[in-house]
C-alpha cells in the first residue's frame, strides 16, 4: 500500500467513525469528496462499496432464497421469475456438508483426471478456460424437490417447487478433457469428486460423460459463484442435481460404479410396491411444470384479466408443449412456450385468462420433445402400486415427484396449495 493509499483508508474509517458520532452529514460529505478525488484508482475495497463498480438491485426488490429446514439448503422464488434465467444470487442451494462454501483460490485450484486414462492430466484454471468452450442453458434440480412428505405443509410455490433454478453455464464439455487424457479400454465409468471437506463423490456412466456433461467455470456470464460451486463445478444435464458436484477437483476413470453414499443410501428410490427394495442408477429427471403465478401465498385482488404464467422443465429433453386447466383438469388449453426453446432448460409458458370470481383449481401439464407427458396423482400413484390417499400419510420421502400441482384460487382471491384436495 502506497502512502496515498493509506491515507485514504484513514479517511475512509475516520469517516465512519464520524457517523457514529452522529456527524453523519459530514461524514458522508468526506467520504463523497474521497470518492471523487480518486475515481480510477480505487483500492478493491473501496470499489465494492460503489454501486457504479457493480451494481445492485434496486432498494424496492427484495426477492430472496428461503432456507430449507435447520440446514444449509435453500430455495428459488419461484414465484418472483420473469423469463427462464434465476438470478446468479437466487439460484437454489443444497450443500449436504457445510453451511458455507469453501473458500477456493482458483490460482491454487487444479482439476485432475486420472485412473484408466493413457495421459492422467492436471489441469489449472487458467489452462482449462484457453480451452474450446460452450455456453448452454440449463436447469438444475434437486431429486428430492415437490416431494409430498416434506411439502405437504408446504404454501409457496418456493416451498414446493423451488428446488430447481436455470442458468447459463459456460465450460469446457468432459468429453473433450476426457479425449485428451485418453479412455482406456473397459472404462465404463467416471467418478466425480469435490474439494471440499465433504468430499462429495459421484459416479457418472461414461456414456452420459461423453454425451453432454459441461465442466462449468462460469454463469449467467461471469465467474460460477461460490454456492454453485467456484471456481468450477460439473454440469450434468437433466440429471439428478446430487450428480453436479460443485468445487470439482477430481475425475477418476473406472470399471463400475463407486456406489458412493449419495448413489446408494441417498438418492436411490423407495417404492411401497417393491417389497421394501429401492430403485437404483434412475438418474434422468421427469417432465415437470409448476404456476408460478398465480401460485399459493397469493391474493389475486378480483376479477378480471390474468396472465397464467409458469416454468416447465424435463431432463429428457425440449419442452414441446404445456397445457393449462383452470378446472381441476377437466379441460386443457395450449399455453404459449417462450421462444427460442432450450434443450433441458427451463421453459417459460403464458397463458391469458379472465378471471370470473369464482373457485378455480389451476393446473399446468408439459409434454417434451421424447413425447414423455408429465402425470396426474393418480397416474403415479398406480405407477407406483399405491392410493392417492397414500401421499397424505406416508413418511417416505419421495424422490423424482413430478406430478401435475394444483392452486386453488378461492372466491375472496386468495391462493393455496391444493395438491391432494
Ligand atoms: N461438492 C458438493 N457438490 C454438490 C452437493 C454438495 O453437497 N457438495 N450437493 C449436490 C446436490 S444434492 C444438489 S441438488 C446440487 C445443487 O446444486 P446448487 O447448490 O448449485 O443448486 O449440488 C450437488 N453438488
Ligand atoms: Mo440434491
Known amino acids: 500500500m502506497n502512502s496515498k493509499e493509506r491515507g485514504r483508508r484513514r479517511f475512509l474509517k475516520d469517516g465512519a467513525a464520524m457517523a457514529q458520532l452522529g456527524l453523519a452529514g459530514l461524514a458522508a460529505g468526506t467520504l463523497r469528496s474521497a470518492k471523487a478525488q ?11 462499496k460503489d454501486t457504479r463498480f457493480y451494481g445492485e438491485r434496486s432498494r424496492f426488490v427484495n426477492s430472496a432464497r428461503t432456507l430449507v429446514g435447520t440446514g444449509p439448503a435453500s430455495n428459488t422464488p419461484l414465484q418472483d421469475s420473469v423469463g427462464i434465467i434465476t438470478p446468479s444470487s437466487l439460484h437454489y442451494v443444497v450443500m449436504r456438508f457445510r453451511d458455507e462454501p469453501p473458500d477456493i483460490d482458483p490460482r491454487q485450484h487444479r482439476l485432475v483426471i486420472h485412473g484408466m486414462v493413457d495421459r492422467p492430466l492436471i489441469f489449472t484454471m487458467e489452462e482449462l478456460k484457453r480451452m474450446p468452450s460452450v455456453s448452454r442453458i440449463h436447469f438444475v434440480e434437486c431429486a428430492g424437490n415437490t416431494s409430498p412428505v416434506e411439502r405437504r405443509s408446504a404454501k409457496t410455490v418456493q416451498e414446493t417447487h423451488g428446488w430447481t433454478s436455470c ?3 459456460t465450460g469446457v464439455p ?14 465404463t465409468w467416471v467418478v466425480a469428486q469435490s474439494a471440499d471437506a465433504g468430499k462429495h463423490t459421484k459416479s457418472i456412466p461414461m456414456e452420459k460423460a461423453m454425451y453432454d456433461v459441461l465442466v462449468a467455470y462460469g454463469q449467467n456470464g461471469e465467474p460460477v459463484r461460490p454456492h454453485q460451486g467456484f471456481p468450477l463445478r460439473l454440469l450434468v444435464p437433466g440429471w439428478e442435481g446430487v450428480a453436479n458436484v460443485k468445487w470439482l477437483r477430481r475425475i477418476q476413470v473406472v470399471d463400475r460404479s463407486y456406489m458412493m453414499k449419495v448413489e446408494s443410501v441417498d438418492y436411490t428410490v423407495l417404492r411401497p410396491n417393491m ?14 411444470s409448476v404456476i408460478t403465478f398465480p401460485s399459493g401465498g397469493q391474493r389475486l385482488p378480483g376479477r378480471g384479466f390474468y396472465e397464467i404464467t409458469g416454468l ?29 426453446l432450450h434443450r433441458i432448460a427451463h421453459t417459460r409458458f403464458r397463458w391469458d385468462w379472465n378471471w370470473d370470481g369464482e373457485e378455480a383449481v389451476l393446473q399446468s401439464r408439459c409434454t417434451d420433445d421424447q413425447g414423455d407427458v408429465q402425470p396426474s396423482v393418480a397416474q403415479i400413484s398406480k405407477q407406483w402400486g399405491v392410493t392417492t390417499d397414500f401421499w397424505k400419510e406416508t413418511e417416505t420421502r419421495v424422490n423424482h415427484w413430478n406430478a401435475i400441482h394444483s392452486w386453488k384460487v378461492t372466491r375472496d382471491g386468495s391462493v393455496q396449495n391444493a395438491l391432494f384436495s
Open 167 to 169: 442458468s447459463e453455464w
Open 312 to 340: 416447465a422443465w424435463s431432463g429428457g429433453g425440449t419442452i414441446r408443449r404445456v397445457e393449462v386447466s383452470t378446472d381441476g383438469g377437466r379441460s386443457w388449453k395450449d399455453a404459449q412456450l417462450q421462444q427460442p
Open 174 to 187: 468432459l468429453s473433450l478433457l476426457l479425449k485428451e487424457a485418453g479412455v482406456q479400454k473397459g472404462a
Open 275 to 288: 417389497d421394501g427394495k429401492a430403485l437404483w442408477y434412475n438418474f434422468q429427471l421427469g417432465p415437470k
Open 38 to 48: 480518486t475515481l480510477g484508482s480505487e483500492t478493491a475495497e473501496a470499489r465494492a
